[in-house]
């Protein structure tokens, strides 16, 4: 059973660009949600897909948008990125959110916003 | 809107104690805790994850638990090694898709 992947592991971008980030989720969860840590707090959330629908979004702007796939895999998709938006993404996968069950985090990409 | 506090922000013991880490949260509707456990630049381990119906759970060295009425849990740590040094969250999980909220976490260091 292979756990939660993230690629890359780094990137650095400029101010206004775009960036996407890819996540695998654990085998046999069809559920994917994503964080944004920033350094010294606590990750939070930004959005959840279940079976390649958007069924739940922290506050977090439009700008911040995403994908998944029919394999479960997800891409978070950030334009016009801003220096605030430095952090440590992190996803995370699960069985169905109502059914209470134990996420789990992949390693997650640092990004930097020059 | 979930707001989680975690108490103490940081702390340094010799190896061996035991120890406690505490988590507060305000909004009491959940469904469960989870707490997880956070290596420097790196992502989250889950150590242990309550059901709201739970009033605690057991791990190896680590029992959790949850009083859901007051809006608290614990963490406690026996006998203390200095591996166990990482950053500690706990985090609740709220109704339909809201994700799970993190407090800003509990920094220990284990002193060998």
């Known amino acids: 059973e292979t756990g939660v992947t993230q690629s890359p592991t780094h990137l650095i971008k400029t101010r206004g660009q775009q960036v996407t980030l890819r996540c695998s989720s654990q085998s046999g969860h069809n559920t994917v949600s994503w964080y944004q840590q920033a350094l010294g707090q606590g990750p939070q959330f930004i959005f959840q897909y279940y079976r390649e629908e958007e069924n739940g979004r922290g506050n977090f702007p439009p700008r911040f948008s995403g994908l998944q796939f029919p394999n479960y895999s997800s891409e978070l998709n950030v334009n016009a990125l801003e220096l605030d938006d430095s952090a440590l993404y992190l996803c995370?996968?699960?069985?169905?959110?109502?059914?209470?069950?134990?996420?789990?985090f992949g390693p997650g990409t640092r990004l930097l916003v020059l | 809107k979930q707001e989680v506090t975690q108490i103490p922000a940081a702390l340094s013991v010799p190896e061996g104690e035991n120890l406690v880490l505490n988590c507060s949260f305000t909004?009491?509707?959940?469904?469960?805790l989870q707490w997880f456990r956070q290596d420097p630049g790196k992502g989250l381990t889950s150590l242990l994850l309550i059901q709201s119906s739970q009033r605690e759970q057991t791990s190896g060295r680590l029992n959790a638990s949850l009083d859901k009425s007051s809006g608290r849990s614990t963490l406690y740590i026996a006998a203390s090694q200095p591996g166990d040094s990482a950053t500690y969250l706990c985090?609740?999980?709220?109704?339909?898709?809201?994700?799970?909220?993190f407090g800003k976490g509990t920094h220990l260091i284990i002193q060998p």
């Open positions: 909004d009491s509707a959940i469904y469960n």
């Open positions: 995370a996968s699960s069985l169905p959110q109502g059914a209470g069950e134990t996420q789990y």
């Open positions: 985090a609740p999980l709220g109704g339909g898709a809201d994700g799970l909220t």
